[in-house]
């Protein structure tokens, strides 16, 4: 397991997986600790993948930094990019997305990794796209975006 953003980044550099999932879970929440047993099933079964378990109460900064907002959820990565995310435990719909994706990666239906299919980017740069800027201006951009979408539609709006 992780310790920190950097381990996650360290580890994904130094591996260069094809595939990465992500598995978020939580020492208090009861869902995480019942499907445990069905996680290290799919583990098994999807060994094409790098399998990274990311414990939340230990490293909120990773849930945070992936914005894995609840648990459980599977986040899955081509070359360090995501593609497809999860939430909850409904196994049989992980493995089918994580079916999906390496049936999609051999089409090349993403269509970003050049003709050899083994290109290495840091995509997953993308997800602490607020680093530079700090936390207040993650929270109010959001609030602002989060205000400004929801004019469209509902009571006292032009459009119920």
Known sequence: MPESVEDVVKSLD???????????????????????????????????????KVDCDETPLVKKYFDARVEPQFIMLINGGEVARVVGYNFD????????????????????????????????????????????DKDSFRAYLDYNSDMHRGPGTNNP
């Open 93 to 136: 719909k992980v493995d089918k997305m994580a079916q999906r994706v390496v049936e999609a990666h051999s089409r090349n239906d993403f269509g970003y990794y050049g003709s050899t299919g083994k290109q290495w980017e840091r995509f997953y740069d993308e997800f602490d796209r607020w680093s530079r800027y700090g936390e207040y």
């Open 14 to 52: 130094k591996q260069r997986p094809i595939f990465t999932m992500l598995y978020f879970s939580a020492a208090w929440n009861p869902v995480c600790a019942k499907i445990e047993r069905d996680y290290e099933n799919l583990a098994s079964v999807r060994n094409e993948y790098t399998h990274i």
